[in-house]
Each structure stands twice: as C-alpha cells, then as structure tokens.
C-alpha cells in the first residue's frame, strides 16, 4: 500500500539523487559577476543574500534554512540576509515536487539542498583562494567568511567572489565537515528587524504609482451566481474605476479601498438560490454521522484480528466525537497586487504556492506562464490558507479590466471569514475491547469531507484516502489488535489545508478516548498510556520527561487539575503534552501548558519553541471557540466578535522542552497542535467529572 509518508520519502529521494544536477547560476570565465549558486549569492562586500524558497509567513523559515547554509559556507551570520524567492525550479520544494510551503515540510525538504548549496559555494571559495596563493586548496581552511592558509595569510569571501565564480562547480561536496555555530543555537531571526521598523512588505503594504484598489463580495452560498446588482447606479460615484465579475462573485475598483468597500453595499449583489440553501449544522452533522454507520469506508491500517478481538471481549466501550469546520483567521486577509502590461502580468502575493498562483493567472490572461512575474512578499499569516489561488485569481481578473494599472485587492475580514476553505469539519467513533482488566482491542472510524482531491489531485491519485483529513487516524500506541477506517462525506463547504489539519480532529477523539478507557479501568490517565507506549522509544522519552516536567502524580491543586496527551503527526514532530485547567465564574481557564518535542535534531531553538507555542495557541482558540456556523447554506459567523479567538489574558504559560533523538529532521510548526485539545478536555473530566466530545468546549458546557 503507498502511503503519504512513502510517497514524500519517495519523492525526497528522487530530489536528492538530482541534487547537483539542478541549475547554478555562474559567471562565465571572461564575466566579473560574483558568485551566485543555487539559493546564496556573495557580494564583493562580503555580503551574503541567501534566497529563502520557503514562504516566509511567519514561521520563521527564511532564518533556520539561512543557518544550514550560513554554517556549511563557514559565513558570518552579521553579514546574512534573506530574500524570498520568486518562482523557478530550484525552488520546488524536494518532498513534493512543487513550489510548496506546507505540511511542516519547509526545513526537512530543503536542509539537504542548503547545506550542499553552502559547502559547495565554500570549496570554489577555497580552490580560488588556493589558486592565487598557488597552494593547494587542501591547506586551506574557512573561518566565518574568510579563507586562512597554512602560511597565516587570509582573505575574505568578498574579495574571492569574482575568482570563485569561475571556479568550476564541485561535482560532488561533503558537508559531513561542517561545523555547526550557528544550527541549534539562539540567533536573531533575519525578518524580525524590517517587521519591527516597518520595512517589510505585504501585499497589503504595496504602493506602486497609479494604484487602484479593490475588494470583493463573493457569493454567499457555493455555486450561487449573480442574478443582478446595481453597477449602473455606482458607476458614477466618485472614484469608482470599475465593476468586474470573477469566479463565484464581483469585484469593484475604485481609487480608495474605502470607497470600493462601500460602494459593495450599494452594489447590492443578487444571488441565485442553490441546492445548498437549506443546509446548516444539523443537516451536515446528521449526514456524517448517517455515512459514518452506513459506509464501509477505507481501510488505513490493521493489526492482528479487530474484529474478533472486539465480538469475543468481555466488555466493549464506545464513544463519539465531534468537530466543526473552522477558519484561519490570518492577520493579514487574503490581498494580492497585480497589473497587467499587454501580454506580460506582475503579481505581489505572500502565497503558500507561488507556482499555482502564476499558473492561475496564466489561465485568467491566456498567456504563457513565462510571461508572469511573481514577487515573493511577507504573508500575515498562512496556515495553509495561502495555498489557495482564488484571491489571486480576483485580483488578476481585476487588473485585466484596468491594463496599465496596479490593482490592489484586499478582502475585507468578513469576506476572509466567510470565504475560506475551512479545517473539514469531521466524527469519529471509537470502539475498545477489554478482557481481564486488559485492553484487547481497538477500533477508530472516522467520516469527514476530503481535501487532497481539490487541493492536489496528483498526490490524492497515488494515495489510497485523503490522509490530510484523516492524518493521525492510527493511534501512536501499540494495541494488539486494531484498525482505522476513513469515510468520505463531502458537502458543499469548501475545504482546504489547516495548521495540523486531520490531526486536530484524530488526536482529540483517540487522546479523549483513552482517557475514558483508562478511567473505566480504574488506572491512571498518564501510566495506563506509558505502557502501551514501550515499545516506541522515542515516544516513552518524551512521555517520561513530560511527566518529570508537569510532575504528573503531584497532588492537584485545589480548583485544577492536569490532562494529558500525546501524538505524532504525518512529517511533524512526535509531541507529548499536558494541560493544567481551572475553572473561573464558571469559564474554562488554561494556567499551563507543558510540551516535549522530538523533532530528529532542533535547527533553530528559539523559532522551534515559537513554534510549539503558537501552534498550542492556536489550538487553544479552536479548542475554547472555534466553530463555524453553516445555516441557509451560508457561513454566520462574519468578524473576530463572532469567530472568537484567544485573547493575550487568556493566553496559558508554558514549559516547552526538546528532545533530539537524532531521527530523520521532522517539521516543528504543527505538532504542537492537536494535543490540546484533548489534554485540556482530560483536565476538565479529572476536574469536574465531566467529558467533552463536542468542540468548541465552551459551547458543551453552555
């Protein structure tokens, strides 16, 4: 059976196999250009710009991938800085063979590519330093960007960077030499300064001369059209440029954006009813549940003999869970700059895949794709949201109806909350069999819409289910006998990737469960979960040192309590957490947060950490809050007032620690995730004798 992981590890093999086949850009014996190889280039300053091909959301990305290379090219990380890449084949992201920030693949996908990338750059600086010492290169050696011989003669990388592009290009480099001064420890990050004073740039922060802007009202049930609205009547106000028609909805141009928001209102945009109209939650909850006990659905995994071990048990325990559909929410709605000049196109995107948006706007203008230039810029926030091209597909529209002049679209936050492609909303069923005081056997069926076949259809083809959406279905433990089914059930929500995605839903039904196994069975939450967790040692590791961390079996304060959870997301980082939870004037209180990570090897600690904290955040919103609320087929929830999330009081302090097992360098950015939820749930039954299975909490204890 191909699985996600095989397919990526598959993938990463067949990028690494071509590694020194990919393009460099050198000068030519007779060019004085300096060197430029790959992701790095050296000025005659000795400055080093190292091209990021990770979107920089955020995450902090730019900065780890810039220490892998700054440590094997032995530079002065003073003299490093970081741009973002534009759109070009050196920049496809190696796990999936596209131009691709996601799925905590950014550091593990291109660590190999910028250590060989700096190390190869490295050797041609010593082979020119050698040549004009005229000793050989192997009596040379670097020190933060300079080259020493053996003779105490020493040259700095900017004044080699003409000669060492006309070095011939090592065909093979060994990076097993590299001196790490920089990966694993604390260093500024690179984005942090221009953030601070204002430099940086978003789309939304774009000026360019004779800029119009724009926003858009898309329809508001899918597979609505536009039956009529009144343009005629707008037309006329001041500073209207245009009213133009995009997929799924109208944009209007205007010389504020001010004046095209407002001027959406007396647009008055009429839509087609739908087949959709009559849906809320009811009926979407109803249909899950109906597909989950009707449909056999697709088999993940199977150990031993389930299905006999579950008819022949003493005793069988059954729970159900439930999850909504949920927003990103990102800082910065979903904005995109673009004009178009005749037969060429200029698009500003923070975008998640660059390579799609140009494609997309390709398709829009009816040219080659080389005629689009995509400037990289500083996304407020991704999550997988800016994977999606539509934003970018309104704004080029857009453009083309106003040739010569810059467009700016920019949604408003409702539209961004109305309009997402949403975490799937999702049930889970979950079936124990215990004999003798012994758990025998387990079961986890779970039924929600899918993502993978609209989001990448190429990958979804050679996997045999949607393991986005279905993502830790097998739990981490070793049960003698169990089996994890995922049931397709698709509604007319559009769904799309989100920070753990299928985790967030799997973690909270398989953690919550276990805890209810071990309460029936009288054992304690945290040991009845270590001994089904020995056989793993990398997962006991950091379960014991989460348990020295949160001291587990201290007596509970009086008013909380502690829950516990575990979980190793597809290309994330195995995470043991635990939450300490109270309960004030009767609202849900999160004092603590502990987290254990394994990620293989810890690259940047400090950005790692924020990492793991903003992803609990993150997953504390959801967990509290979060939920969208489908009725007449349409989302209701519409501003931060309405989908609520964490507010800085309310925000837990943490203790985040980090474990390096030396296992194949995970992802860290969002393993941190689907723990919460059920630790935090746990802590509430241990607290109140009271077990949460829907989320939003809130909204079960109401």
Not at 554 to 578: M, P, Y
Request: hydrophobic share 45%; aromatic share 8%; net charge negative.
């Amino acid at each position: 059976m191909t699985t996600r992981r095989s397919f990526l590890k598959g993938s990463a093999a067949i990028a690494a196999s071509q590694l020194f086949v990919l393009p460099f850009s050198l000068a030519d014996a007779a060019s004085t250009a300096p060197l430029k190889i790959n992701y790095l280039t050296i000025g005659a300053d000795g400055s080093i710009v190292i091209t990021s091909a990770v979107a920089e959301v955020g995450q902090g990305t730019s900065t780890a991938l810039s220490m892998i290379l700054a440590d094997a090219l032995d530079a002065e990380w003073s003299k490093v800085r970081v741009e973002l890449a534009g759109v070009a084949p050196e920049y496809i992201n190696p796990t999936f063979g596209m131009q691709l920030t996601g799925a905590s693949t950014g550091i593990s996908g291109f660590h190999d590519l910028y250590q060989a990338a700096g190390a190869t750059a490295r050797s041609m600086l010593i082979r020119a330093a050698a040549e004009i010492w005229k000793v050989s290169p192997e009596s040379c050696k670097t020190s933060k960007g300079r080259v020493l011989s053996a003779h105490g003669k020493s040259i700095g990388y900017g004044d080699l960077t003409f000669s060492a592009a006309r070095q011939p290009v090592p065909g093979k480099v060994d990076v097993s030499s590299v001196r790490k001064h920089l990966v694993g420890t604390a260093v500024p990050r690179l984005d942090i300064p221009a953030k601070i004073d204002g430099s940086a740039k978003f789309a939304i922060d774009i000026r360019l001369p004779g800029m119009l802007y724009a926003t858009v009202a898309a329809a508001p049930v899918t597979g609505a059209t536009l039956v009529k609205d009144q343009r005629a009547a707008i037309k006329d106000k001041k500073g209207i440029v245009a009213v133009v028609d995009v997929p799924g909805g109208v944009v209007v141009v205007a010389d504020k954006w001010w004046r095209a928001n407002s001027a959406l209102e007396d647009l008055a945009p009429e839509w087609s009813s739908t087949t959709h109209d009559d849906v809320n939650d009811a009926s979407i909850s109803s249909q899950l549940w109906n597909d989950l006990s009707s449909k056999d659905g697709i088999l993940a995994k199977s150990v031993g003999t389930p299905a006999q071990a579950i008819a022949s048990a003493g005793k069988t325990l059954t729970a159900k869970y439930e999850v909504p559909f949920l927003a990103h929410g990102t800082m910065e709605p979903m904005s995109c700059v673009a004009v178009v000049h005749g037969d060429t196109c200029e698009i500003w995107a923070g975008s998640q895949r660059p390579d799609r948006a140009r494609q997309a706007a390709a398709e829009v203008l009816g040219i080659p794709e080389t005629a689009i230039t995509v400037h990289a810029v500083f996304g407020g926030g991704g999550f997988g949201r800016r994977q999606e091209p539509d934003f970018v597909i309104q704004a080029v529209t857009a453009a083309k109806a106003v040739p010569g002049k810059p467009v700016k679209l920019v949604w408003s936050r409702e539209e961004d909350i109305q309009h997402d492609a949403y975490r799937p909303a999702g049930v889970s069923e979950l079936t124990a069999g215990i004999s003798d005081g012994q758990l025998v056997a387990f079961r986890h069926r779970q039924a929600s819409p899918s993502v993978l076949p609209r989001t990448f259809p190429a990958v979804f083809a050679i996997l045999p289910y949607d393991t986005s959406v279905a993502d830790g279905i097998v739990p981490i433990y070793s049960f003698p006998n169990q089996d994890a089914w995922w049931i397709d059930s698709e509604t007319h929500i559009r769904t799309g990737m989100w920070r753990s995605v299928g985790a967030s839903q799997t973690i909270f039904a398989i953690e919550s469960f276990i805890d209810e196994i071990a309460a029936d069975l009288g054992e304690d939450a945290f040991t009845f979960r270590r001994k089904y967790l020995e056989h793993d040692s990398r997962a006991l590791a950091a379960w014991d040192r989460l348990g020295q961390l949160c001291q587990w079996d201290r007596t509970a304060a009086e008013g909380r309590n502690i829950g516990f959870a575990i979980s190793h997301k597809n290309e994330d980082c195995l995470v043991a957490q635990a939450a300490e939870v109270a309960m004030v004037d009767g609202q849900v209180r999160v004092n603590h947060i502990w987290t254990v990570a394994d990620p293989g090897r810890v690259i940047a600690p400090d950005i790692a950490k924020a990492q793991l904290e903003g992803a609990a955040i993150w997953a504390l919103s959801a967990a509290l809050y979060g939920k969208i609320t489908i009725a007449d087929g349409r989302v209701q929830e519409g501003n931060f007032d309405t989908y609520q999330v964490l507010r800085l009081a309310e925000t837990p302090t943490f203790t985040t620690d980090f474990l390096e097992s030396g296992a194949p360098l995970e992802g860290i950015g969002e393993g941190g995730a689907p723990g919460v939820a059920p630790a935090v749930c746990n802590a509430l039954f241990r607290l109140t004798g009271k077990r949460i299975r829907t989320l939003p909490i809130n909204a079960s204890l109401s």
